[in-house]
């Protein structure tokens, strides 16, 4: 989460409801990296995923129905 610079479309296994088809987000990694820091020096407790992760699709069916 702290060494890389690129952004990233990913699962978001934390918010998904139904084991099936996670939503994709896009992982900004700037605004990753700035929250591990702040996690690293014990600024807070854990990683605040929705400060750089921005919904994308709400599965990878929609996703690819929006690249048609």
Avoid: G
């Avoid at 610079?5 to 084991?19: G, P, Q, W």
């Avoid at 407790?45 to 992760?53: A, G, L, M, S």
């Amino acid at each position: 989460m702290d060494r890389c610079y690129v952004d990233f479309l990913c699962f978001d296994y934390e918010s998904e409801i139904d084991n099936k088809e996670p939503p994709v987000v896009h992982w900004q990694a700037k605004k990753a990296n700035r929250e591990f820091m702040l996690y690293d020096q014990d600024e807070i407790e854990e990683p605040r995923y929705k400060r750089f992760t921005k919904p994308v699709a709400k599965s990878f069916t929609d996703l690819l129905s929006l690249m048609e």
